[in-house]
């Protein structure tokens, strides 16, 4: 079986935090300047005002506006809920107590949230709101994250990841005043806290992460080091840094900018496996063992970078080896509204036989019979013949083909054309050693990224 697609769910509790009091009116309907006549309404960076609109984008990045207002009756009948089965909720081993006019912890939807302010300063963090964004932000130490009040799409450090249940302002009962509450697990985790929920006592309990120290701080400046197997790899990359003026990136040839119009549409790179999930393995048990996740990583990188330099708009969905499930992958890049999605990685089976590269797509339509050229302007399959075409001319390896393979999960996931980049396999001698080579990830990524720029300027 190939390993790369096992699919992993994962439990997220949460809980919220507080702020004060964003947006209460005199008459306490303390939603209604997000909500205005049952229209979402939200103010962007150029204060412009979207209604009615699932999502807006504001200074480059994408919120989706969950429907709270429909969620009142919900969120009104777990304040009552609360009132008689409380969650209590320990910090570092001390009970933190909350006065009658504040928030203290909800379950919504099976996830706690807390008052953000309140806990995460008693915590040591520090908490910011934005009003005019309906954001907070919330910081310990060197680790961030970013909430949006309403939104489905949060932020640790610069990883964009899902909520299932957005971040909130609610208020006490009969109060008129809300707090900003915030998915605890998802936020506690985020900063590098642990926690624990007791069903049977309602009580949720977090321990404050142990601040990184000065030498800490400055390896992991760039954010990817520091990690098993990335030392060459950044290495490789800093010094690429150097070289854009002579034409070359990374000490490869620097490739042709994207059209105007192309260079507008986004492309999510997505960098196979990651964290407890190692993906396929290589040699296992020898000196040489490799994991899928230690390739995928940095030829991801060298993706962006080659990309970047043609003018495109990328986003990868990890930037460190950290596990995200493929369908919360997918679901990022939907929130994100990506034009194009790339999922890098390299195969393995249980035999050593097979060999060589491969791409998946998906010739997806929609429910109307619409094609992905008809949706997004470009098709999988021609992004995936390129793609091998360019495999084959960088590696000789043997032709696999372009499959429509509608499915695989991360394909079938993505409202956008998507293809799955397999290099070649671990499991094979021949396809171990090219890919245990020197500068494999580069050629790797050069090679896609050369059919990528090929493929948006053609269709765009
Ligand atoms: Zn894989």
Redesign the pocket.
């Known amino acids: 079986m ?4 096992l699919i992993f769910m994962s439990i997220m509790i949460m809980a919220l935090m507080m702020s004060p009091v964003a947006f209460a009116n005199e008459d306490g309907n303390h939603m209604n300047e997000l909500y205005d006549n049952d229209e979402v309404v939200y103010y962007d960076d150029a204060a412009e005002v979207h209604h009615g609109e699932d999502s807006v984008r504001t200074g480059g990045e994408m919120v989706v506006l969950h429907d709270i207002e429909a969620m009142q009756p919900e969120i009104d009948e777990a304040l009552e809920i609360m009132e008689e089965y409380p969650v209590r909720l320990i910090l570092n081993g001390e009970e933190i107590l909350f006065e009658n006019d504040v928030m203290s912890p909800i379950i919504i939807q099976e996830r706690t949230l807390i008052p953000a302010r309140i806990v995460f300063e008693a915590m040591g963090g520090n908490v910011v709101w934005n009003e005019e964004r309906k954001e907070v932000e919330v910081t310990f130490g060197e680790s961030k994250v970013l909430l949006t009040v309403g939104s489905n799409l949060a932020w640790v450090g610069d990883t964009a990841r899902v909520l299932d249940v957005p971040a909130m302002i609610v208020a006490p009962r009969g109060e008129i005043y809300g707090n900003t509450m915030i998915p605890v697990r998802f936020t506690a985790e985020g900063l590098g806290s642990t926690v624990t929920w007791n069903e049977d006592d309602r009580i949720v309990s977090i321990t404050s992460p142990t601040l990184p120290d000065i030498d800490y701080g400055d390896e992991n400046a760039n954010g990817y080091e520091n990690l098993n197997g990335y030392e060459n790899a950044n290495e490789e990359i800093n010094n690429g840094q150097n070289d854009i003026n002579a034409g070359m990136i990374h000490g490869m040839p620097q490739l042709p900018m994207l059209n105007a119009a192309a260079a507008q549409r986004l492309i999510v790179i997505d960098p ?2 990651g964290g407890s999930d190692p ?2 393995i290589g040699g296992r048990g020898t000196p040489q063992e490799l994991f ?1 996740k230690d390739i ?1 990583l940095p030829t991801s990188l060298y993706l962006r970078d080659f990309l970047r330099a043609s003018g495109a708009n990328v986003y990868l969905i990890r930037e460190t080896d950290i596990r995200i499930t493929n369908p919360e992958r997918a679901e990022i890049a939907n929130l994100l509204e990506a034009d194009l999605f790339v999922s890098i ?3 393995a089976w249980h035999t050593p036989i097979p060999n060589g590269s491969e791409v998946h797509f998906y010739r997806q339509v929609d429910e109307y019979g619409r094609t992905e050229g008809e949706l997004f302007g470009i098709y999988s399959e021609d992004v995936a013949e390129r793609i091998q075409r360019e495999m084959l001319r960088e590696f000789n390896t043997f032709d696999r083909g372009f499959r429509n393979s509608p499915g695989l999960m991360i394909l079938n996931r993505t409202n956008m054309p998507s293809v799955i980049v ?1 290099a070649a396999f671990l499991s094979n001698p021949y396809d171990f050693q090219l890919i245990r080579s020197a500068n494999f990830e580069r050629r790797y990524a050069h090679a896609v990224a050369r059919a990528l720029i090929e493929s948006m300027n053609a269709a765009f």
């Open positions: 190939r390993k790369c697609f196979g496996h993906g396929a899928e995928t990685h390299v195969n397999e």
